[in-house]
């Protein structure tokens, strides 16, 4: 099971140097076009949820939600865009 699991990650960070897979349809849903179906991810409380696939509910353990090789990629595609993140401001104690 390990060795599947490992080429999940395998293919997922591959993916994710494939930017143009990922589609925004809304604000919170994307479309993973994979090499041989397309799948559905909602942004959700747990991150994101890919509806269609197997593996990710193989993962899924409530309420941490699941993994697999398209939300793997869609995390890295969708981090590497932001383009302005706003930190909260960090004012030094005294000692
Ligand atoms: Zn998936």
């Known amino acids: 099971?390990?060795?599947y699991l490992d080429r999940e990650r395998i293919k997922g960070l591959a993916y994710a140097r494939e930017p143009h897979r990922l589609q925004r349809v809304a604000p919170t849903r994307f479309i993973f076009e994979g090499h041989h179906s397309r799948h559905r991810l909602t942004l959700a409380g747990v991150g994101l949820v890919c509806k269609d696939c197997a593996v990710y509910w193989s993962t899924c353990i409530l309420p941490y939600g699941g993994w697999c090789?398209?939300?793997i990629a869609a995390e890295r595609i969708l981090v590497a865009n932001i383009v302005e993140v706003r930190l909260p401001a960090f004012?030094?104690?005294p000692i």
């Open 1 to 3: 099971m390990t060795w």
């Open 69 to 71: 090789r398209h939300t």
């Open 91 to 93: 004012a030094a104690q």
